[in-house]
């Protein structure tokens, strides 16, 4: 998970500067000294810690306690507030065409997603209201039109390509009108990477950006090459001019430091995280929620638009009218896991969870949870509609042939009917009368 070995040390050092009362000059210097070796490991640029520690000093040093906080929560407000202004301080939305017609310049060098991204980027679009047509101006890679189209048929977004030409102006623009007859609002333009940045490539970049114009240039990287994607920021925004950044891979950075200094280094920030393989995997980036993740605080309001986009209304009206009448059966406990698993799975959302920070749960520990899942989707599906119904008719005979079904142990089913009672108890807890409130899927909260 992002920020996974970062999160961890910071906590740590929170929780020795909580459980003192007052907070003198020395127990200030000693907590910015490991909050530096912490940022440093997570390879975080040396000038980016060194501004950020010495801001983070001075403020906590001449900060005037607020009457709700003691002086450990006073300076994990300010690191937080910090933090979130180190990568850019608010979520920095896209640029439209007021005119009606939009166009997305992607850039980046090979290997960072970049034409995976185009397609996620238009999934994001679509969902959004846009209607997205994606440009393939890679003429040099082998197979890169063919990525292109396979990308835009898994987005359902058609996919302007001219396998003839060797020039990316001229297909740029002939796709600009073929995307206008369509009627589409937005083209995203898939350009040529190399392996490194070189003036052949920007000049040709340039060319493009000259004759269409783009409302917009994104550059994408890899978080996983930490500053060395920081280093590429730098180059193509230097030599092109960038308008944000879009990471990828942030789900599998443990470190995180490319996220934590793109926006200081380059002054562009950034727009979308790739959090995963599919094309739904695409996240606008919130600086504040982040800061918050990486401290252990949880990130609810990105959690509640994931509930909202991926958990059906009706489900929902009809998992509150259950709940009221005590219906609640192991039938809905099965659609429940489904519909975690359609938010793609608990390692997208246990780190939003105030309690559940990026170090709380190892790899192992997640996987682990995951695993769990199958073992009770097995035993559930191994159980007639009227066990499923009503779990009371579970008799030792029953919980036998169940765990020679779903071939799980009896302890296996045993556990996963306690669970289910739980689930269904806590899931009640948060049920009032006359009102509608949050659900979190599989009792989670």
Known sequence: MAFEGLSEKLQGIFKKLKGKGVLSEHDIDEAMREIKLALLEADVNFKVVKDFVARVREKALGAEIHASLNPGQQVIKIVSDELAMLMGGANSKLTYNPSGFTILMMVGLQGTGKTTTCGKLAVYLKKNGKNPMLCACDIYRPAAIDQLEIVGSGAGVPVYADRESRDPVKIAEAAIKEARRLGKDMLIVDTAGRLQIDEKLMEELRELKKAIKPHEILLVVDSLMGQDAVNSALGFSDSLGLDGVIMTKLDGDSRGGAALSTKSVTGKPIKFVGV???????????????????????????????????????????????????????????????????????????????????????????????????????????????????PSVLNASRRKRISAGSGQPVSQVNQLVKRYEEAKKMMKSFMKPGGKHMRLPGGLM
Not at 286 to 309: Q, T, V, W, Y
Not at 365 to 389: D, G, H, L, N, P
């Open 276 to 390: 995963g393989e599919k094309l739904d995997a695409l996240e606008p980036f919130h600086p504040e929620r982040m800061a918050s993740r990486i401290l252990g605080m949880g990130d609810m309001m990105s959690l509640i638009e994931k509930l909202e986009e991926d958990y059906e209304e009706e489900k929902a009206a009809e998992l509150e009218r259950k709940l009221k009448k005590m219906e609640f059966t192991l039938e809905d406990f099965l659609d429940q896991m489904g519909q975690i698993k359609k938010m793609g799975g608990l390692a997208s959302i246990i780190g939003m969870i105030p309690g559940f920070g990026a170090g709380k749960m190892t790899g192992d520990q997640m996987s682990e949870s995951e695993r769990e899942f199958v073992r009770m989707e097995a035993v559930i599906r191994s159980m007639t509609k009227e066990e499923r119904k009503n």
